[in-house]
């Protein structure tokens, strides 16, 4: 980068770099026989990969060592990349360092969890209860359900244009019912099925009026929107402790994020042992470092993947995530906008976006169309990558669906279902990055113009297979064709 480059800021960097991510020229064959761009709407289940970030990493590779080692140029360097990645993530998302500490664990926002859920519990070992709510990924679900004794689903809001956000009043009296037996409260920033983003500064209020903490879900927020653990004006409405993926903060191959406060994980021996986070150990004893983020990271860290995902982490602050959110906006409302437009589409969850603010995903069904219907063809004539199902979050996907669905099946028991009930019970959700374009959007709508207008012709063309998904009965794409493992390092090897 030359200088003039190196102070690019705000939307004059994101204009450089909205277009520098790997994946985004990619081409396949469709089922007309044309090779066109791949349009990538699954943005929420992983982001693509910013190249500058790939490069620094690649760069840094030429130092990489063990951040372990002492005393060697590489281990210096390493080991204070390492250093700034997390000073980097805590600078992101307004953490203070005397307070907080960040460590990297597992290979998203999953392990994060787990690992939190089982340190909320020990820290307060009278307390039995987790408070969740139904919009939850089941990532942010089981591990409360394991670990802790008791975990209550808070419902979502259905008034106000039909919403399905979380309910304020009745995560309130969830509170006050639990009072003395919540440990804490977790709850996801941005839902991965609708977007719809949940007001977490005030759900932290709630939580630490009634004594409980509060753990918050960033998958889906850290990299669409402004994500602070502090808030300048009101102590109560800070956040214990964060969670996030690096692989859905355009970053894959980098491990998620934790981000807690100190004392809440000094108050514990660590939950995971092993080197790197011990000071001393004999034969009937050990003792534990005192120091962060160390005493957190036993073991071997993914090193270069949080030294590329702190690189996309500084670009995203250079650009600014305000200014990355109004960017994002507009892709949203033009979505949005054209999705209603559509008198045969359903949208699952409020649709003013000024009354229900969203974030990246927006999931909806083509009225007498099954969900996998759509998406076979979406891939398979339009080359759009877009996601269906229930997206790990079926008590909430059930929530919006029931009525639709008890009205075609009766009473529904989503424990014991019938292949034709999967099949209905899903959505489609289309989902965006800062890459993704008004183009794309277009190119999702008249789409989903086409399939609608075409729907007779494209279900005579499909048939349910052993998987219970919509395969083509004639288009065969063979995959390994594209791409296979073997065959690139065969071409790398014989450059
Ligand atoms: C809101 C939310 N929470 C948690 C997860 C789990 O993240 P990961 O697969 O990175 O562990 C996801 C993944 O889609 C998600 O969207």
Redesign the pocket.
């Known amino acids: 980068m030359g200088s003039s480059e190196k102070s690019l800021t705000g939307k004059a960097l994101l204009e450089k770099i909205r277009s520098d991510f790997m994946g985004l020229d990619t081409m396949y064959l469709t089922a007309r026989g044309e090779s066109s761009r791949r349009v990538y709407l699954d943005s929420?289940?992983?982001s693509l990969l910013l190249r500058p970030a790939a490069s620094v990493a690649a760069e840094f590779m030429n130092h990489y060592s063990n951040t372990h080692s002492k005393l060697h140029h590489s281990a210096h360097i390493s080991t204070t990349a390492y250093h700034w990645a997390h000073q980097r993530v805590l600078s992101f998302i307004g953490a203070d360092p005397e307070i907080y500490t960040c460590f990297f664990t597992?290979?998203?926002?999953?392990?994060?969890?787990n690992r939190m859920a089982r340190v909320f519990r020990d820290v307060h070992p009278h307390k039995d209860t987790a408070i969740v709510s139904i919009m939850?990924?089941?990532?942010?679900d089981l591990p409360h359900r394991k670990h802790m004794k008791n975990v209550y689903h808070v419902p979502v809001e259905g008034l106000n244009e039909n919403k399905m956000c979380i309910s304020l009043p009745k995560l309130e009296q969830a509170l006050i019912k639990g009072a003395g037996r919540v440990a804490y409260v977790s709850i996801?920033a941005?839902?991965?099925v609708t977007g719809i983003i949940n007001p977490i500064h005030d759900i932290a209020r709630l939580a630490h009026k009634y004594g409980a903490l509060l753990m918050v879900?960033g998958?889906?927020s850290v990299a669409h929107l402004p994500t602070k653990m502090f808030h300048p004006d009101d102590p109560a409405a800070c956040i214990d402790a964060l969670?996030f993926?690096g692989?859905?903060t355009y970053t894959p191959g980098s491990p998620?994020v934790v981000v807690a406060r100190k004392d809440h994980l000094l108050a514990i021996e660590p939950e995971e042992v092993g080197g790197g986070m011990v000071e001393r150990v004999l034969e009937d004893r050990y003792q534990v470092k005192t120091a962060f983020p160390d005493r957190e990271e036993a073991g071997t860290p993914n090193i270069p993947g949080a030294i590329a995902l702190a690189a996309t982490i500084e670009i995203l602050d250079r650009i600014g995530m305000p200014t990355l959110m109004e960017e994002e906006e507009k892709v949203m409302q033009a979505a949005m906008q054209g999705l209603k437009a559509i008198p045969e589409i359903i949208v699952y969850g409020g649709t003013n976006l000024d009354l229900c603010p969203r974030a990246a995903s927006i999931s909806f069904n083509v009225s007498g169309m099954d969900h996998g219907l759509v998406a076979a063809v979406l891939n398979d004539y339009h080359n759009i990558a877009v996601r269906n199902q229930c997206?790990?979050?079926h008590p909430y996907v059930k929530e919006m669906m029931s009525e639709d669905l008890e009205a075609q099946f009766g009473i529904i028991d989503f424990g014991n279902m019938s292949p034709e009930f999967m099949r209905k019970a899903g959505m489609v959700r289309a989902s965006f990055g800062l890459y993704s374009t008004l183009e794309d959007v277009d190119l999702l709508l008249s789409a989903l113009k086409d399939i609608i207008q075409n729907a007779e012709v494209y279900n005579r063309e499909y048939e349910v297979n052993a998987e219970n998904d919509y395969a083509h009965k004639s288009y065969k794409v063979n995959n390994e064709d594209v791409f296979t493992i073997m065959a690139a390092v065969d071409r790398y090897l014989s450059k």
């Open positions: 929420t289940a992983s597992g290979s998203g926002t999953t392990g994060g969890i939850e990924h089941h990532s942010n996801t941005v839902s991965n879900d998958a889906q969670v993926s692989h859905k998620g997206f790990c979050a």
